[in-house]
């Protein structure tokens, strides 16, 4: 069956499982949270991360919740990563800006496995960066967020739990 979203069925065609699982979105969950000091050195979420079985293209979204030092500072460096092939890609954090006030709000557009960083306010409150984009890929492989602290840091950056990913196919 050709991957698609929603598989046509014909009358008195039977549903087949792997028909129903092209349906279904792929997902990761960050039951607790993972907390880096002092380092800008990207590495794999433990949580986020997605093992594609198959290939085709696969929409990208999640929301990251995290803290860390005041804006500038510390901050959260982010990348989406692939360890498969993929012949296109597209992902955009979207989150409080590292180098302006709270409130301002950074739009981008890069491929994967190039990192962006949100900001954080240095308090106790969980800020939130929204993750959409896109993956054609052409071998199996896995989808995983990579992430470090923006500026090297004392005070802790921390992917808090919550924090999520899906990614679901649509050719």
């Avoid at 979105?25 to 002092?38: D, I, L």
């Avoid at 092939?85 to 800006?97: E, K, R």
């Amino acid at each position: 069956m050709t991957a698609t979203q929603f598989p046509a069925w014909a009358a008195g065609q039977k549903i087949t499982a792997a028909g129903l699982l092209q349906m279904e979105r792929f997902f990761a969950f960050k039951p607790g949270a993972t907390t880096v000091t002092s380092s800008t050195t990207l590495a794999d979420d433990p949580d986020l991360q997605i093992v594609l079985t198959g290939t085709g293209t696969f929409l990208l979204d999640g929301l990251i919740l995290y803290s860390g030092a005041a804006t500038g500072t510390g901050d959260l460096k982010m990348q989406m990563n692939y360890t498969g092939t993929i012949s296109s890609s597209n992902w955009t954090p979207m989150g409080v800006n590292v180098t302006s006030a709270t409130g301002s709000v950074n739009f981008f557009g890069p491929q994967f496995a190039n990192p962006q960083s949100v900001g954080s306010d240095g308090s106790s409150i969980t800020m939130a960066a929204r993750l959409g984009g896109y993956l054609v890929t052409s071998t199996t492989g896995t989808c995983k967020l990579q992430w470090a602290q923006n500026t090297s840091s004392a005070t802790s950056t921390t992917v808090r739990a919550g924090s999520w990913l899906t990614l679901q196919q649509v050719a």
